[in-house]
């Protein structure tokens, strides 16, 4: 199974390109690298179920709908999200670009930042960020949210693969406290999956790429509504 999910993702991940770049942990003063970039042998993949969605589209569309979220975008524009994501987040290390060929947005929550070297306890001085990031997903309410949670390769296996997960429940039980619908939110640990490695493991730098929280945004409009309801009714 693992196998195949890494040839899946190696497929995918030729479509996406990455930039890197330093910011400052505003805890530490300690100079990081955000953006997710392509790094490690071979080429590596961000953003999680790349062009997909945790569980499928259909059921979580109408399972959103019936839980607040209305019907089409109404004058939305992805890059307004994105500037607006960028502009509460800034100087954060949060790195926010658009992914999916433009259909989505990843907001990418830095190592060291979010929560503290092993712990899945989000740290309190990051949380007026997060605040930020529910505050905007309320405010475009007609999506639907993945949170990933991934690990370098330092380690077991087995401990990665929870924390990974506990990671991106934390986060998305958040945000859920923050009064994002939780019909929107579904999560998934993907541990030391090689598959999903943006740097390379045997530099600090590479791990701590490797070590991060990823939030995808999926917009949804009236016709995506409409092909889930017909999809639905023809099961």
């Known amino acids: ?15 996406l390109l990455g930039v890197s770049a330093c910011v400052t942990d505003p805890n530490t003063g300690e100079q990081k690298i955000s953006r997710t970039v392509l790094g490690g042998a071979g080429g590596a993949l961000a953003g999680g179920l790349l062009g997909g969605i945790i ?8 399972g959103a709908v019936a839980g607040g979220a209305g019907g089409g975008y109404v004058g939305y524009r992805m890059d307004q999200q994105i500037k607006e994501l960028e502009e509460s987040t800034a100087g954060t290390g949060v790195d926010v670009t658009s992914v999916d060929n433009g259909q989505a947005i990843l907001v990418n929550l830095p190592d060291g930042v979010t929560f503290a070297t092993g712990s899945y306890t989000i740290n309190q ?3 007026n960020t997060l605040d930020n990031v529910a505050a905007n997903l309320t405010q475009y309410p007609n999506s639907l949210i993945d949170v990933y949670g991934y690990t370098d390769s330092t380690g077991s296996e087995d401990f990665n693969q929870r924390l990974s997960e506990q990671r991106a429940q934390a ?4 945000m859920t406290s923050r009064g994002v619908s939780q019909s929107r939110i579904r999560w998934q640990g993907f541990g030391e999956n090689p598959a999903y490695f943006v740097g390379d493991n045997a530099t600090a730098q590479g791990r701590a790429l490797n070590r991060r929280v990823e939030i995808k945004i999926i917009p949804f409009d009236q016709d995506d509504v409409n092909a889930a309801q017909r999809a639905q009714g023809n099961r």
Do not use: P, Q
């Open 125 to 127: 001085t990051f949380r």
């Open 55 to 62: 569980g499928g589209k259909t059921g979580r569309i109408i």
């Open 171 to 174: 986060v998305s039980n958040y």
């Open 1 to 15: 199974m693992k196998t195949n999910r890494i040839f899946v993702a190696a497929l995918a991940s030729v479509s």
